[in-house]
C-alpha cells in the first residue's frame, strides 16, 4: 500500500464527495489507484532518481510537483474506473501533463532537484554515477556527428 500519498492530499484537487463517489467509498480502491500511479511514475523516475527513497516520504518532506502529479494521474484512473467516456478534459489534460513531465526528467531535459524551492529536496536521491544512469536507460544509442559532404 502506498504511503505516500494521504487522503488529506485530495483535497487540493478534488473534492471529497466526488472522490466518494467515484470510490463508493471504499478506500481499497483510491489505494489501488495510487499504487498504480507510483508504479507509473517510478518507471519514468528510475532512470536518475532513488524512486524507493522518493515514494517513502511523508508528510512535509515529500517534493511538491510529485505528490502533485502522483495525485493527478490517480484520480485520472479513478474517473477512468467511474465512466471513461465521459471523462472530464480536464481530468485527461492534467494527466497528459503528468506524463509530459515524467518523460522530460527521465530524458533528463528537466531536474527534479533543481524545482524542489526547499521541500524535500532531491539532490539526495539523483543518481549521479552516468554509468548508473546508462545501466538504468532502456535504450542508449549514440553515433557520430552527421557528416556533410556538399561542396
Known amino acids: 500500500m502506498a504511503q505516500f500519498i494521504n487522503i488529506e492530499d485530495y483535497d ?4 471529497h464527495e466526488i472522490l466518494n463517489a467515484l470510490t463508493r467509498a471504499d478506500d481499497a480502491i483510491a489505494e489501488i489507484c495510487e499504487d ?14 532513488d524512486v524507493d527513497r522518493i515514494f517513502s516520504m511523508t508528510g512535509n518532506d515529500r517534493h511538491p510537483l510529485v505528490l502533485m502529479f502522483a495525485l493527478d494521474i490517480t484520480i485520472f ?3 477512468c474506473i467511474h465512466n471513461p467516456q ?3 478534459q480536464i481530468r485527461k489534460d492534467r ?7 515524467l518523460k522530460s526528467i527521465a530524458s533528463g531535459k528537466i531536474d527534479l532537484s533543481a524545482s524542489s524551492d526547499g521541500h524535500g529536496g ?5 543518481i ?5 544512469v546508462n545501466h538504468r536507460a532502456n535504450y542508449l544509442m ?10
Do not use: G
Open 142 to 151: 549514440r553515433s557520430n556527428t552527421k557528416r556533410t559532404n556538399h561542396y
Open 95 to 101: 494527466y497528459d501533463r503528468a506524463i509530459e513531465w
Open 12 to 15: 487540493a484537487s478534488v473534492h
Open 122 to 126: 532531491m539532490t539526495d536521491f539523483k
Open 128 to 132: 549521479t554515477d552516468e554509468e548508473s
Open 36 to 49: 498504480r500511479a507510483i508504479s507509473e511514475m517510478k518507471s519514468y523516475l528510475s532512470v536518475r532518481y
Open 86 to 88: 465521459k471523462l472530464s
Open 77 to 79: 484512473h479513478l474517473f
